[in-house]
């Protein structure tokens, strides 16, 4: 993986020359390896917001975005999007191979296994205020789960983080569809292990006591398909924090409640949301020129939302199998002329055709399309995110256990470039 063929850096202050050996992964750019450079030159790396820097090796996920391609373990996206389902594209992501059949029932039944929270738990939503934002009432369970797990805690054992692993990944779907009946002052529904993840977390979603929800295969299908596309996505802001987190030993829930919080931003995982809101706001096909001038206005901070994105500089793959999934979702439902799925696509079309976008490489993202879909299945917009976050959490917990096992695996922590006052004397309170 590091040759020799690398890199020389020379500091024209002083003429020293440091050797960075060049560090080659499958696919993808090089990396130089400047682990010893403090050592060596005396001297740290700029670069606010990593935009040039890897911060870990990974097997998990690979994205190119100039091309717009994105692969789990290898397999494309669309390919998981059209034949996976959500538990085996789990499966690969944490394990990094698809499951053979024996494998695959076996996952099956430990991720359904752990399915029920600690009966304590229904206490542990009755503090929170009925009116709380989902995200933060599922921020803060999934973080108080490490009070009711003892004994998945230790991070140095293998057979403890699995633990973890299954158990995230089977609550997760209870404690987002619990933290949205909270909010509307109904029961808390079980789950129903025989029914599939999607399917069974539309039934705490919308079932009641008194009525059976019966939802359509094609929204149990929509539902799977979004949580594959959301599943994972490399060392994106939450996964970063998720690492940082974990970095420090801390246990999985902390890690994971850590993640939650950082992909609560508008930047970032509640862009679905945002992309809804505007939509709503806009209104009406005739004011998309005075959104689109708005948007490139360097004197207003408005940005479109759903558009743009860190790594992808062509159409981001999720947003085209969202935008199909999309349509497929109104038509079952008899919504095709659903208003807002006509301004989205002619927002993008407006959009794709304006120099402003094109040459800045901005396309639609995954949550330019995701929130409509939600919407048309009844999730409110306020759960928008928590849905990222069941999703995500496979990715988060494959990205963290992956850390756990890299030897050059150490604390996260990062230098930085004083700019404030020098060494000075404390001046006393009566002469200042
Ligand atoms: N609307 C208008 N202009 C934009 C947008 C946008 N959505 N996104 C980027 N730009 C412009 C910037 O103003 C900047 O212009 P300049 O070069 O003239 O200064 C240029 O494009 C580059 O933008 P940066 O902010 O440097 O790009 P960065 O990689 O830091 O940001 C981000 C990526 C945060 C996703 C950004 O595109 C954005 O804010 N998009 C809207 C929010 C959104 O949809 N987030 C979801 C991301 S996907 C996800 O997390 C699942």
């Known amino acids: 993986m590091s040759t020799n063929d690398g890199f020389t850096l020379t500091d024209n202050k002083s003429g020293k020359k440091v050797d960075l050996p060049r560090m080659i992964g499958t696919v993808g750019p090089d990396l130089a390896d400047i682990r010893t450079l403090y050592g060596s030159m005396d001297i740290f790396t700029y670069d606010p917001g990593f935009t040039s820097t890897g911060s870990c090796k990974s097997a998990i996920t690979y994205i190119d975005g100039d091309q717009g391609i994105l692969l789990h373990r290898g397999y494309p996206i669309e390919q998981l999007a059209e034949k996976s389902d959500f538990l085996e594209t789990a499966y690969l992501i944490l394990y990094g191979e698809l499951p053979n059949p024996e494998q695959n029932k076996a996952f099956r039944k430990n991720v359904t296994y752990h399915s029920m929270l600690q009966d304590q738990m229904n206490y542990f939503y009755r503090g929170f205020r009925r009116d709380a934002h989902p995200m933060a009432v599922i921020c803060g369970v999934v973080g108080a789960m490490a009070a009711f797990y003892h004994d998945s805690t230790n991070v140095n054992d293998p057979a403890s983080r699995e633990v973890a692993s299954f158990r995230l ?213 306020s759960a928008f995110t928590c849905l ?35 060494q000075r004397d404390y001046t006393p309170l009566d002469k200042r």
């Open 169 to 381: 990944i089977a609550k997760m779907p209870t404690i987002v569809a619990w933290a949205y009946k909270y909010s509307q002052g109904q029961p808390f529904i079980y789950p129903n292990n025989k029914m599939s993840y999607a399917e069974n977390f539309l039934h705490m979603m919308f079932a009641t006591p008194c009525e059976e929800y019966v939802p359509s295969p094609v929204l149990v299908k929509a539902m799977d398909r979004l949580l594959i596309l959301h599943a994972d996505h490399e060392q994106n802001a939450s996964t970063s924090t998720v690492r940082l987190a974990g970095s420090s030993g801390a246990n999985p829930f902390a890690c994971i409640a850590a993640g939650i919080a950082s992909l609560w931003g508008p930047a970032h995982g509640s862009a679905n949301e945002a992309v809804l809101q505007q939509l709503r706001e806009i209104g009406s096909v005739d004011r998309i020129p005075e959104i689109i001038a708005r948007a490139k206005d360097k004197d207003d901070p408005f940005r479109l939302m759903g558009f743009g994105h860190r790594v992808y500089k062509n159409y981001d793959p999720r947003a085209k199998i969202m935008g199909q999934a999309c349509k497929e979702v109104l038509k079952e439902l008899g919504k095709e002329d659903e208003p807002l799925l006509k301004l989205a696509m002619e927002l993008e079309r407006i959009a794709l055709s304006d120099d402003y976008f094109v040459s800045r490489k901005l396309f639609p993202n995954v949550d330019f399309y995701s929130g409509i879909i939600l919407q048309a299945m009844g999730i409110p917009t």
């Open 388 to 422: 990222f976050a069941l999703a995500r959490t496979v990715g988060w917990i494959a990205q963290w256990n992956e850390m756990h096992e890299d030897k050059d695996q150490k604390i996260g922590r990062p230098r930085q470039l004083y700019v404030g006052a020098p």
